[in-house]
């Protein structure tokens, strides 16, 4: 998955934005103003990445404590979360290591996580809109 497929698939999820809170280098999506995912070129110079983000593109995903070090174990291309939780969050570094389905999977559990955060209402505004496969990933 390259970053425009990723720009893409992220603008897809039901009532996601995109803005840029942190300057024109880091894309934040947000659903109900509550930050899903981001999407920023690596520079190398990501202190604590040992040049792994250099050239590629990265979205940082909210995921379960408990899938976070597994995934990172699995996956060379994912990382703790720069700049983030690294608890509750991960780095995918889009290098083509990580099959697109995969990639596709980690940002809908990202946004199913920030959806079941919201507040009551605001849930059950989205859940009369939406299909609950398209803002649930289980």
């Not at 809170?21 to 190398?44: D, Q, R, S």
């Not at 990172?72 to 720069?82: E, H, K, N, V």
Request: aromatic share 8%.
């Amino acid at each position: 998955m390259n970053h425009k497929q990723a720009k893409k698939y992220l603008l897809n999820k039901p009532e996601a934005i995109e803005g840029f809170p942190f300057g024109p280098e880091v894309a934040v999506f947000k659903v109900k103003n509550k930050m899903f995912a981001t999407l920023a070129l690596g520079t190398g110079n990501e202190k604590g990445t040992q040049g792994k983000m250099a050239g590629h593109w990265c979205m940082n995903l909210k995921c379960k404590p408990e899938d976070a070090d597994a995934l990172r174990s699995i996956f060379d291309a994912i990382i703790p979360g720069y700049h983030m939780s690294k608890t509750h969050w991960n780095t995918i570094i889009l290098d083509g290591s990580i099959p697109q389905s995969e990639i596709e999977n980690l940002i809908d559990h990202s946004y199913s996580l920030i959806v079941k955060s919201l507040k009551k209402s605001e849930r059950e505004l989205l859940e009369l809109h939406y299909p609950k496969d398209r803002l649930y990933s289980e």
